[in-house]
């Protein structure tokens, strides 16, 4: 006579435990967010050193990416661009960049 298996295997994905979920933007991410934005309408090139704080964290979220190399005040800097996203993001947030 043969046995019946206990258990059944099922394969489960991986956001079948924990959905991934995006942390909302922090005051500072969102204050940097609207400056580098108003750089970037202004047509001013901007880098790292000219935002305050929460840079990395808009990099990795793919809210601000890297544009090219600019020579400024003769040093070469990597200046960066807002995404169309974040001009979403922060109009959902109702804040009106000008």
Known sequence: MKKKPLSKVIPLHEGHFSKPVKRPLSKLMIASLVSACKKQL??????QSDIDGSFSPLVSRGLIKYKNDNEINGNIQPTWF???EAFEILDSLGIKIE
């Open 82 to 84: 807002v995404t169309e």
């Open 42 to 47: 202004n047509g001013i090139p901007f880098g």
